[in-house]
């Protein structure tokens, strides 16, 4: 079943997933992923129900090993950010 956020490779497929602005979560969800980052000299080999955050402005390029399927996430927020001030009106 394709449910339009999962990516799946075959045998032999690779991609390229191109940096973007953010971080963001690649999360393996079947078989094994063979990943490299650019300016980075080590691969990882990441299984399903792992993952790994892509830092912004990484590139990757995935393989499955043979065959894998993966979802890229937006990470969630640190639960720890500050709040949101808004500024008072000074009465006249």
Known sequence: ???????????GQALTLAATRAPR??????GLLWVTLTGG???????AGEGLTLAAGREAVVEGWPTAAF?????APS????PVRR???AAA
């Open 1 to 11: 079943m394709d449910d339009g956020f999962t990516t799946r490779l075959g045998a």
């Open 25 to 30: 979560r690649l999360q393996v969800t079947h």
């Open 41 to 47: 000299s080590d691969d990882h080999w990441i299984s």
């Open 71 to 75: 979802q890229l996430l937006q990470p």
């Open 79 to 82: 639960r720890w950010s500050a």
């Open 87 to 89: 500024p008072t009106l």
